[in-house]
């Protein structure tokens, strides 16, 4: 079975492409690059779902294979759930992660430790080409830190601290992809897609 991921981010398809092996799921994983003919979509969606939903169903209409797409972004609680949907582009620029976290610890400024708490979201859906569709998601909880600490991951990782394990002190940028994976949002919605999916393929 071929299948589609959404997304122009080659580290996204090589987790997903591990997790689906992990389960025990025999497809083929194509990210966008194999399909350079189909254009973007414009993520307008107000939540991680409804973006997830429009990149995933245009992807399954313009290929005609099943289609996953992942949204995902950072809320604050002091912040009322921002940046949420707009995490990539905060600072105006989309994909420009440096800017991103620079303007967010300027607005969190110094609240205090006890009211920096945030977690990653993330949807995961899946589009069948006949309109078929279910998302599956996943949440990171931690709080943010004053200064960016490691040199992994991407976008906010060098100012957030998980939860897990428990005791946990370093920024999910201190760790391996692999201790990332196991407890990151991306993870477990990927994780919970991948046991699911079985029941959406070979009909
Ligand atoms: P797509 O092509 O898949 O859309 P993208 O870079 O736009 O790739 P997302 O929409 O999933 O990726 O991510 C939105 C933003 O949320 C991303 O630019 C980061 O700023 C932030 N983010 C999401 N997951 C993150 C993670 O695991 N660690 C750090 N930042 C993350």
């Known amino acids: 079975t071929r299948l589609v991921l959404a997304t122009h981010n080659a580290g996204k398809v090589t987790e ?14 194509l990210g966008m690059d194999s399909f350079p003919e189909v254009a973007d979509v414009v993520e307008t969606g107000v939540t991680f779902a ?3 939903l429009l990149k995933a169903h245009a992807v399954a209409q313009a290929t005609q294979l099943p289609a996953i797409a992942d949204d995902s972004g950072l809320a604050v609680d002091v912040l009322g759930g921002s940046p949420g949907v707009f995490s990539a582009r905060w600072a105006g620029r989309h994909g420009d992660d440096l800017l991103n976290l620079q303007l967010l610890l300027a607005q969190l400024g110094d609240v205090p430790d006890e009211h920096r708490r945030a977690h990653f979201a993330c949807a995961a859906a899946l589009a069948l080409p006949d309109g078929t569709e279910q998302v599956w998601h996943g949440t990171m909880p931690g709080y ?13 990782d060098p100012i957030f601290v998980p939860d897990e394990p428990e005791g946990n002190t370093l920024s999910s940028a201190e760790i391996t992809p692999e201790q990332k994976n196991a407890i ?3 993870g477990q919605a990927f994780r919970s897609l991948a046991a699911d999916l079985p029941k959406f393929l070979n009909t």
């Open 50 to 52: 409804a973006n997830a």
């Open 184 to 186: 990151s949002h991306r």
């Open 16 to 29: 997903l492409r591990q997790i689906l092996a992990d389960v025990g799921v025999e497809a083929e994983l």
């Open 144 to 156: 943010l830190i004053r200064e960016p600490r490691g040199a992994g991951g991407f976008g906010y």
